[in-house]
Structures are given as structure tokens and as C-alpha cells.
């Protein structure tokens, strides 16, 4: 993953809880870095190493802990640093959601040596939709939930997320109908 990652959970934690609360997860994970550069590739294990971190400095599931970066990835990181980029995606969410994978090409721009996910909508209806998410890094889906009602903040809409199929089931890959 990018150091921009890596600098979002370094923002999620500093803002909510402070520097000290931020040195101690990174004391916790045993990484030898401390400063991540935006645009550099890294090891995605040393991102999983900060989010098993936070989870236990915070003492909370990493489920929780994906979801709430989710959302703050969408809400302050991506809105702040690519907002140009995020309006063309749509002007709402069902739109937004239909262009993800153009979407995800457009970032490719931006970071080459990116390897996004792959995004399917099936089942579209007026109010929901059902979003098919292929990658190969296994244990993100509750990151994705957190994206997912990131982006509900983003376009005002109260939205709901259902869990359909899940690799942890023995499926391919997940599927999350989105209903708002």
C-alpha cells in the first residue's frame, strides 16, 4: 500500500487522541519506520502492522478498527487530498458506487504502482444495489464497509450495508448490498 495510507491512520489516531496515543501504537507495532512518504509504495504488512496496533493499544476488534479507518479514509483523507477527483465519481451515491471502477482507474493515474480492487454492481434497484468486492489481499472487507458508509456521509445519505457472500464463508470474493 502507498505511505498515504499508512499517513491516514497516523492522522485518524493523532486528531482523536493525540501524538502520545500515536507514539505508543507505533511502539506497539515493532515497525522501524516512522515517517511514511505519501507516494511510496510499501509492504501492506506494514499497514496491517499499525491496524493490529491500534486494535490493541485501543483495545478494540479489528473489525472496528477497519471500518473506522474506512470511513475516515473517505470522510477526511480522500475528500481533503483528491476532492476534484472524488466529485467526478458521481453526485451521489448510487452514481458514485456505479463509477467505482472507473474511479479506480483514474487514482491508477495518479499512483501507477497502485493494484486497486475490482468493483462489480449487480442487482441495482432504485435504492440499493449490490457491490461485488474481488481483490486479492484477504481481511479488508470491513475497511470496504467503512468506505461504504464514508461515502453515505459524503453524499448525506443514510445507508445501510449487508454482508451477502464472504470469502470467510468460503465465496470468491464479498458482496455487500447497499441499500439507502
Known amino acids: 500500500m502507498y505511505g498515504i495510507v499508512n499517513n491516514a491512520i497516523q492522522d485518524l489516531v493523532i486528531t482523536n487522541f493525540g501524538e502520545d496515543k500515536w507514539n ?3 511502539k506497539r507495532s515493532g515497525l522501524e519506520e516512522t515517517y511514511f512518504i505519501s507516494n511510496e509504495a510499501y509492504d501492506d504488512a506494514i499497514t496491517f502492522q499499525l491496524a493490529v496496533a491500534v486494535s ?3 483495545n478494540l476488534p479489528i473489525s472496528e478498527v477497519l471500518t473506522v479507518f474506512g470511513e ?14 472524488m466529485q467526478s465519481g458521481g453526485t451521489n451515491l448510487k452514481e458514485f458506487l456505479i463509477n467505482l471502477p472507473t474511479f479506480h482507474n483514474r487514482v491508477m493515474l495518479i499512483y501507477p504502482k497502485l493494484t486497486p480492487p475490482e468493483f462489480k454492481v449487480t442487482d441495482l434497484d ?3 444495489l449490490h457491490l461485488h468486492y474481488i481483490f486479492k489481499r484477504e481481511g479488508l472487507q470491513e475497511f470496504v464497509r467503512g468506505l461504504i458508509q464514508g461515502l453515505g456521509n459524503v453524499y448525506q445519505t443514510v445507508v445501510a450495508i449487508e454482508l451477502l457472500k464472504s470469502r470467510n464463508d468460503g465465496d470468491s470474493h464479498e458482496i455487500f448490498k447497499i441499500s439507502w
Open 72 to 85: 475516515w479514509w473517505v470522510i477526511k483523507t480522500t475528500k481533503e487530498k483528491y476532492g476534484a477527483l
Open 56 to 58: 490493541e493499544e485501543m
Open 24 to 26: 505508543a501504537i507505533l
Open 126 to 128: 432504485s435504492n440499493s
